[in-house]
Nanobody, 123 residues
Framework: QVQLVEFGGGLVQAGGSLTLSCAAS????????MGWFRQAPGKEREFVAG????????HYADPVKGRFSISRDNAKNTTYLQMNSLKPEDTAVYYC????????????????WGQGTRVTVSS
């Protein structure tokens, strides 16, 4: 089992920045690829960004490329999502997830999920 807890959500004005953190406990964190997903009201959960187990490979959804950055610190069992130039359409609940396999964009392939943290971007 892996327990994931997200931190850092909140209210921010358009154009602002937020950094989300995801703290992991349980099984060896470095054996998992990590992903960030988001779900806006009335919409399906969507992939935002992912990072391989050693941080050597990352992948971003098109809407966030150039604005968001995912990273991880295996010594601290933590994954981060730096979000810059935020837009109202980034408003959603953000979830981190762990997959005991290679990096993937498919939510159904992730093994463990956090409870989510809400991000609201005002215009």
């Amino acid at each position: 089992q892996v327990q994931l807890v997200e931190f850092g959500g909140g209210l921010v004005q358009a154009g602002g920045s937020l950094t989300l953190s995801c703290a992991a406990s349980g099984r060896t964190f470095s054996s998992f690829a990590m992903g960030w997903f988001r779900q806006a009201p009335g919409k399906e959960r969507e992939f935002v960004a992912g990072i391989s187990w050693n941080g050597g490979r990352t992948h971003y959804a098109d809407p966030v490329k150039g604005r968001f950055s995912i990273s991880r610190d295996n010594a601290k069992n933590t994954t981060y999502l730096q979000m810059n130039s935020l837009k109202p359409e980034d408003t959603a609940v953000y979830y981190c997830a762990a997959v005991a396999d290679t990096l993937t964009t498919r939510a159904s392939e992730y093994d463990f999920w956090g409870q989510g943290t809400r991000v609201t971007v005002s215009s």
